[in-house]
């Protein structure tokens, strides 16, 4: 999945966060408006289908709303987790790195990517 990711030239931030939060149990009614919400300053903004950005207003207000300390150190906590050493993607290695360094990057990487979901639905 990572060469995979590495090669398809796209920002690595969004998966690697999405990844991280894989144990994370978000409430499907609190989490649905929410991206309902991001999904209409997203088609404000002009194409809803054109390319997310992490500092963009829809995915920074999906981060708002759903922010909270417990869920931005899960997806911290999982993006810490040990990985293999040596990997020879660089792409994925920097981002990860960036993600670490900045958990509030982090967070807006993983609303980014339940907005992708949405879209890709």
């Known amino acids: 999945m990572l060469a995979a990711l590495e090669a398809s030239g796209a920002d690595p931030r969004p998966a690697l966060a999405l990844v991280a939060a894989r144990g994370l149990t978000l409430d499907d009614a609190e989490v649905r408006p929410a991206v309902r919400r ?5 088609a404000a903004g002009g194409d809803p ?3 997310l950005e992490l500092d963009g207003r829809a995915v920074m207000a999906l981060a ?3 922010t ?3 869920r931005v150190a899960a997806v911290e906590s999982g993006l810490a987790e040990p990985r293999p050493a040596g990997s020879g993607l660089p792409a994925v290695s ?3 790195e960036e993600l670490l360094a ?5 967070w807006r ?3 980014c990517a339940l907005l992708a979901d ?3 639905d």
Do not use: T
């Not at 991001?38 to 997203?42: D, E, G």
């Not at 900045?102 to 982090?106: F, H, K, T, V």
């Open 109 to 111: 990487a993983y609303a």
């Open 68 to 70: 909270r300390a417990d």
């Open 38 to 42: 991001a999904m209409l300053l997203l």
């Open 102 to 106: 900045a958990p509030e990057l982090a």
């Open 118 to 120: 949405e879209l890709a």
């Open 64 to 66: 708002d709303e759903l």
């Open 94 to 96: 920097a981002a990860l």
């Open 49 to 51: 289908h054109r390319g």
